[in-house]
């Protein structure tokens, strides 16, 4: 069962404690990776292939990882939990628990290097809160039969993947690649592809409107290989360039 692994997961980290690496700051070299540069609006704590745990600081740049042994992130509203690569929870609302997660993180992540037993304590408390969080709210999950639903919940979650392709939404919903462009085109005129072009579209401009984001981050942290496409396709969606929308 998933959470019986979820508990040997967190049974071994508490057991030997890695080591804990922050990123605070926006590394320019980050949207210059292969490795699908993103941000999220929250606090996300992940552990490396490396084996090393990295706390990550809202709206920070950071890679993404085909291996993700373990990831946890906490927004003002929502946790979401992943293992493996797998999606454990999704869209769980923070004012229902009582775990603290929200407030450990930035606690944790303000901890002075020299306190290292503090450090530590806090890490040990942030995990048991993961773990007491998925064992409450694991039967609470609703297993969604909602096809198109599911499939633009995984759309918003990794539309920052440059190599993100209908077959692959079509796998992780368990369906055709064919069945999912009717569906989409059912629920509007734009099929997948079209679909995933505008939430892009969509979260490049509100990076563009924050004012912290150049035109070529708006580009790399939504997916996009060629930043003088993002321009043109930009531009036809909007009716205006990126570099108006900026502030």
Known sequence: ?????????????????????????NDRSSLRTEFCPHIHNGWELKQLPSGELQLIYPRVPHESFACRPFSCLV????????????????????????????????????????????????????LESIRALAVKFMDQSPNSTDHYARAIEYLNRNYYKRELSVEDLALHIGTSPQYLNRLFRQHGR?????????????????????????????SALTGWRCPYYFSNSFKRHFGVTPERIKK
């Open 75 to 126: 927004d003002a509203e929502t946790i979401e939990l992943s293992m493996d690569g797998n999606i454990i929870l999704h869209n769980c609302p923070t004012t229902q628990t009582d775990f603290g997660l929200a407030e450990l993180l930035p606690i944790l992540a303000n901890t002075p290097p020299e306190s290292e037993a503090l450090k530590r304590q806090l890490i040990g408390a942030v």
């Open 1 to 25: 069962m998933i959470i019986d692994q979820i508990h040997i997961r967190i049974d071994a980290l508490m057991k030997n404690l890695p080591s804990l690496l922050i990123l605070r700051e």
């Open 190 to 218: 734009d099929g997948v592809r079209r679909k995933l072009i505008s939430i892009r579209l969509e979260m490049a401009r509100k990076l563009l409107e924050s004012g912290y984001y150049l035109v070529s981050d708006a």
